[in-house]
């Protein structure tokens, strides 16, 4: 069959062999060509016209094409549904070869390995992660290849789920077979397990790195972090090669530094995007994030996702920020200073692959001007570390002033962008090609005068070159010496010796032209290049004087204080507020709360009290301002003092989860369970509505048991908010169990929620009230309180003796002695005697 193909279809068929799994974006002339069923797909996904061409005898083949010049806007669309896409680039010019170009596979664009700045979103880091698993512990890195940011751990497997959701990485790579329960919702990548092999991976980094050890880099003993590191090396390799390029270290960290936050976490407390949206207004950091540069942008997202666990290092952070909003006037300053700075971050990587566009380069020239002015405007003790990381690096900014113009051409090759002076060969010949268009010009003018002919007219195109064009009613005055090249309709056109010497001179110079300017341009940016760690060291800097002043001037005007951090478990906060919902109200109307959460007294709260009243609000601000605190940020409060949280775990709101086949209630018990499994005495759990997806009975009975469970063992700082009013009667036999309510008036039959908690449980929930507020119609709600008022009357017209009794909610009744030395012991110490003598000891109690 393959004698039957075309040239280009045998060509296009051995390299689509080659990346089956990839879109293949196939280079002819002005486009990018796509065939078959990649033809297909991209005509169903990029809304394109599908058309077909004979390619053979008898063979007729699906395309779908776009214009190279457009590809960016197109790719963009494939990446962020999924696809990869291999694109194959013409390797030869037009005419520098017979028959057919050569053509290959330049690099393979997928989620992860994206570095083109039109794909990319400037203030988050597009991650590519990889997994090398290996039971009880695993093995996760990833890497930016924008940014150059490369890191790798050994971790705990139960770890991993929560340090996905933290990296969010657009792709994900793993060994092929491996489970992938916990990559939804991103792009996988599965590759050989042999990739993953520690002694190879360990070969494939050191060969990136140009080392003959891992030691400096703290891996050595961590093989599975080195496989996972490894099989990034290995995939870019594949897919793009040039990003190996941004590679000068990888850094070993450690889960155990940082504060854990899980999916669920972030998504109930909307650290990143808002719940309802889906967008960054009305999440967390959409009011924290007051950034002027990209780099801090993103360093903040990095932030909010690693709270800090160290004390010290928070105070620092806080110092910092303390210190920049007690200069107000300053603060505006570094702020304006900010915006003038470019992504340094990504400009630097781009230089180092050779990739960065002249404009990119005086971009960043402005902004090393910018750094002494900033650091100038960093004044004081405290903010000393920040100025002493601000590195102007004045021999950049020389060289960029030296060898770039100020305006350039958007890309070498054409002129404009070397600037004079800078090399004396480019000047000459940059002059020869002025020269010559300008000899050019003075051509058509003696032609016009000896001829006689005055719409005579030089003309050029790329199939004759330079022409001299007379219209029909003046070919008799056309001379000689004039050689007949083409006819058109209403002209002739002609050419010249002397013509044909003055365009092989022409073209000549604007070939060496570009050739030039494009070896000059890449000779700077190797000379740059070779400052590039400079360039990432100063880029970091940057970010965290503009973190630490958009947390400044975030405090000063939302009114924010400082948190006092301490060693021991105890959260107490005066005049609490929610950071974002206080936004979209007017301050007056928002009413703070306080909360006195400590281990000692008053560990756990159970918060009672209607829906719409504030529960909800209440328990996540408290979480928020935990997170707030621990990043370094001031907080939405009067005043506060903090105990290190290890770990924030919310269970919050009914959702099922239809993937996996888990019903409300199973997903919401499987979340509970993950909470009392990984919680310690240093966490914080949110807790709200604890089994309210089952019976009453059950439900009830699940809650108190998980509400003595975190009691008796686990003395985690804990909210617990439910419906259930049974379970106030707790604070009367627990000890550090404290009842809260949100208090409720009500005025001429009508509830007035006042959004204020106080102590005390209630036995009321006014689920009625809310559910006219909610618009149930009005005969629906009067029968409702019609039966409400039936059951009350019932509940107490039955005497207690007549009531059935529930051996499930035995419980509630005042415990025994007997009881209490059940709960008290501990079967798992009791020796087989000691055990005996237990159970005489119950029988006698009992009789």
């Known amino acids: 069959m393959t004698e039957n193909l075309t040239p280009l279809r045998a060509q296009y068929l051995r390299i689509k062999k080659r990346y089956p799994d990839s879109i293949v974006f196939f280079r002819l002339g002005d486009f990018y060509e796509t065939f078959d069923s990649d033809a297909e797909l991209a005509a169903r996904e990029l809304e394109i016209v599908l058309t077909a061409r004979e390619m053979g005898k008898g063979i007729k083949v699906p395309m779908a094409g776009i214009p190279y010049h457009a590809a960016e806007n197109y790719i963009a ?30 690099r393979v664009v997928t989620p992860g390995t994206i570095v083109e700045p039109a794909l990319l979103n400037v203030r988050i880091n597009n991650y590519l992660a990889s997994i090398a698993p290996g039971g009880t512990s695993c093995g996760l890195a990833y890497i930016d290849i924008s940014t150059g940011e490369f890191a790798a751990a050994q971790i705990p497997a139960e770890r991993l789920e929560t340090e996905l959701g933290r990296i969010h990485p657009a792709e994900l790579i793993l060994p092929t077979g491996a489970e992938t329960c916990l990559s939804r919702g991103m792009s996988i990548t599965e590759l050989d397990p042999s990739v993953f092999e520690p002694e190879s991976a360990a070969d494939t980094l050191k060969a990136a790195f140009r080392t ?87 360093m903040l997202r990095r932030w909010l996702g690693k709270p800090l666990l160290s004390r010290q290092r928070i105070m620092e952070r806080q110092a910092c920020v303390e210190a920049l909003r007690s200069q107000h006037l300053k603060l505006k ?130 199939v004759f070159g330079y022409y001299l064009e007379v219209s029909n009613p003046n070919l008799s005055q056309v001379p000689i010496r004039y050689i007949r090249k083409q006819t058109l309709a209403n002209a002739e056109r002609f050419i010249t010796p002397e013509l044909k010497e003055l365009e092989l001179r022409v073209l000549s110079s604007k070939e060496r032209l570009a050739d030039l300017e494009t070896s000059l341009y890449r000779r700077v940016l190797q000379q740059i290049g070779q400052s590039a760690d400079s360039l990432l060291s100063l880029a970091e800097a940057i970010a965290r004087v503009d973190v630490l002043s958009a947390l400044a001037s975030m405090s000063v005007e939302n009114a924010y204080v400082k948190p006092i951090m301490v060693d021991g478990p105890v959260i107490k906060i005066v005049g609490g507020r929610h950071p974002v919902i206080e936004q979209t109200l007017d301050h007056s109307a928002y009413v703070p709360n306080d909360i006195d959460l400590e281990t000692g007294d008053s560990q756990i709260i159970i918060l009672t009290g209607p829906n719409m009243a504030g529960k909800s609000t209440y328990l996540k601000q408290v979480a928020i301002i935990v997170l707030m605190a621990q990043i370094g940020s001031f907080i939405p409060a009067t005043s506060a003092e903090i105990g290190i949280c290890d770990r924030i775990f919310t269970r919050i709101g009914a959702r099922e989860d239809l993937v996996s086949g888990k019903s409300t209630f199973m997903a919401e018990m499987v979340e509970t369970a993950l909470i009392l499994s990984s919680a310690t005495s240093s966490s914080l759990l949110i807790l709200d509505e604890i089994g309210r997806g089952t019976s009453t009975s059950d439900g009830l009975a699940i809650a108190q048991a998980v509400v003595e469970f975190i009691h008796q063992r686990l003395g985690a700082r804990t909210l617990f908010a439910t419906h259930y009013h049974e379970l106030i009667s707790m604070a009367e036999r627990l000890p550090r169990v404290r009842n809260f309510n949100v208090a409720v008036t009500e005025d001429k039959g009508e509830v007035i929620f006042l959004h204020r908690i106080q102590p005390g449980g209630t036995d009321r929930s006014y689920g009625i009230h809310v559910a006219k507020i909610a618009g149930l119609p009005k005969p629906v709600v009067r029968r409702a309180n019609e039966i409400l008022a039936e059951l009350e009357n019932l509940k107490t017209e039955t005497p207690a003796s007549a009531r059935p009794v529930s051996a499930q909610l035995s419980f509630l009744n005042p415990p025994s002695p007997a009881i209490e030395l059940i709960r008290g012991m501990d079967p798992d110490s009791l020796t087989p005697r000691k055990a005996l003598e237990m159970l005489y000891t119950l029988k006698q109690m009992l009789e």
């Open 77 to 106: 669309r494939l990446i962020g549904r999924g696809y990869k896409i291999a694109v194959c680039e013409q390797t030869t010019r037009p005419g520098e070869i017979k028959g057919l170009m050569e053509r290959e596979v330049v």
């Open 212 to 298: 003959s050890t891992l030691e400096g880099y703290n891996l050595e003993n961590q093989p599975l972090a080195i496989a996972a590191a490894g099989a990034i090396i290995t995939y870019l390799r594949e897919t793009n090669q040039s990003a190996l390029g941004v590679l000068s270290h990888i850094s070993n960290y450690s889960t155990a530094e940082y504060m854990a936050l899980d999916d669920n976490t972030l998504t109930n407390l909307e650290v990143f995007q808002n719940a309802t949206t889906g967008g960054v207004r009305g999440s967390l950091l959409g009011i924290v994030d007051r950034t002027k540069t990209a780099m801090g942008a993103r």
């Open 333 to 462: 300053e570094i702020e304006k200073k900010l915006k003038q700075v470019a992504d340094v971050e990504r400009v630097a990587n781009r230089i180092k692959t050779l990739t960065a566009m002249p404009r990119e380069l005086i971009a960043l020239k402005r902004s090393l001007e910018t750094v002494p002015e900033l650091a100038c405007a960093l004044e004081g003790e405290a903010l000393k570390g920040l100025r002493g990381g601000l590195n102007p690096l004045p021999d950049l900014v020389r060289l960029i002033h030296e060898a770039i113009e100020p305006e350039p051409a958007a890309s070498p090759g054409e002129g404009g962008v070397i600037r004079a002076g800078f090399s004396v060969e480019l000047d000459k010949i940059t002059d020869l090609a002025a020269n010559s268009r300008l000899f050019i010009a003075q051509l058509e003018a003696t032609e016009r005068s000896q001829t006689g002919i005055k719409t005579l007219k030089v003309g050029f195109n790329q």
